[in-house]
């Protein structure tokens, strides 16, 4: 016995949701004739709304889905679809949530989940009055780099963690001396752009998850490209953030940092590297990719050798020959495709939601205080969110 779950995708021209949640996670879901939760098969059925018609058509032709509309209202009053979800405007998140929860769907969302800690709270006080369920989207501890790493803290391989780096970004062409390669809203406070609110929401569930609470933070940003081009090719004046570095405190009293860029080159083979050192062993992972180094296999290293400069020698060392690959923790599925079954399964079933809408606002208080750090050049608090 199949069962449908009606679920109404906000934003669904955009690349993150036709992509990754319906090609790779709903669509998927439904070809694969549904996602078994306790003793039922669940079906997706979707209803996608969007501002571009033209766009509309063209994604719900290719994903073979029926329903499509521009007209929010419309969707929203349809009682057959049960959840929400937006990966619409970052700007316009707030009161489109409010409008989804006053209809009386679950929520589920991208990140940012709300503007400010503050909206969030009245977000989650309104989802919470009304019963339903919530979650947010927190993808990158999914990957498998991040999985691996996961699964050597879970077996104490680290033992006590005593600091942490976590690095990344690339270089984001202007659209003046090359083509733009990230669309020019990012890069404009009136549109919610910013690299804080963008990435460093996602860093906070990364570390926490890993290592545990943050205590503090002390953080400073930048603008690395002043001058950008939008879509027309008109020039615009930069006036957020592009890059960011945070030294965190955790509450084990392990101290890492934080560094994202989009006016950095890639120097390695991914755009994310975090190392997590530990009196028994460190480990660094990528997106996909994860390598460790136990104590028993750490070298002893005295200082700089520099003889193996002076006399074209070949002495020097070459460290990556002291680390060992992680292997797979399991089958490999799609981050976005996991953050889907599991909200899934906690509206069918009531299981535990471990990334759910007050974890997201988490995430936006990290934000919150990195750039009043920013602004202050104080440490700040990362306290309990209610």
Known sequence: MKDKIGIILNGATGRI??????????VAIRDEEGLKIANQTIVPELLLVGRNEEKLKKIARVNKIESWTTDLELALADPAYTVFFDAAATEARFETLKRAIKANKHIYTEKPVAPSVADGLTVIRAIENKGLKHGAVEDKIHAPGFRKMANLVKKRFFGRIVGFKLDFGWWVFDGITAPATRTSWNYQRSSGGGMIFDMVPHWRYVVETLMGPIRRLV???WTAQSQRADE???????????????????????????????????????LVRLQIDGTLGSAENGLRTCRA?????TPSISGFNLGAYS?????????????????????????????????????????????????GIRDVQLAEACIKSAETGRWIEMGPTR
């Open 232 to 270: 027309k090719g008109s020039k615009f004046d930069v006036d957020v953030e592009d890059s960011c570095s945070i030294i965190i405190e955790l509450e084990n009293g392990a101290f890492g940092t934080i560094t994202s860029s989009w006016a950095q080159r890639v120097p390695g083979n991914d």
């Open 293 to 297: 180094q136990s104590l028993s296999d």
């Open 311 to 359: 006399d074209n020698s070949d002495t020097q060392m070459d460290y990556n020959n002291d680390w060992t690959e992680v292997p797979e923790t399991g089958q490999y599925k799609n981050p976005y495709r996991v953050g889907w079954e599991q909200f899934l399964s906690h509206v069918i079933a009531d299981t535990p939601m471990i990334s759910d809408y007050t974890a």
């Open 219 to 221: 953080a400073s940003s």
């Open 17 to 26: 949701c036709s992509n990754q949640h319906l090609a790779n996670s709903l």
